[in-house]
């Protein structure tokens, strides 16, 4: 069963910056990353940032801070945060749809990487 790897989270001061990166372990015939989400303690899991038909789309609260980008040799996706605040501290998780759902898994989570931003 493909799965999605995530990498880059951390400790960072406020200002700061992070790349995230998810990597999908297939060829991406069946799984490519998708899509960021992250979620905080007691809050619901929220969309960062997403490619979808060839648009990358963004969150109003990261948007001009955080940037996706596409590796599709290494089936991986990027979040390129910049500027960070404390407010985007959380655990961020990756997301793919499954393209080959014969086992009925129709979609893909990362493990999540924690991100802390300190003031």
């Known amino acids: 069963q493909e799965q999605l790897v995530e990498s880059g989270g951390g400790l960072v001061q406020a200002g700061g910056s992070l790349r995230l990166a998810c990597a999908a372990s297939g060829n991406g015939r069946c799984v490519s990353p998708a899509a960021w989400y992250r979620q905080a303690p007691e809050k619901e899991r929220e969309l960062v940032a997403d490619a979808t038909n060839g648009y990358f789309n963004y969150a109003d609260s990261v948007k001009g801070r955080f940037t996706l980008t596409r590796d599709r040799s290494k089936n991986t996706l990027y979040l390129q945060m910049n500027s960070l605040k404390p407010e985007d501290s959380s655990v961020y998780y990756c997301?793919?749809?499954?393209?080959?759902?014969?086992?009925?898994?129709?979609?893909?989570w990362g493990q999540g990487t924690t991100v802390t931003v300190s003031p």
């Open positions: 997301y793919a749809p499954n393209r080959c759902p014969w086992d009925g898994t129709v979609e893909l």
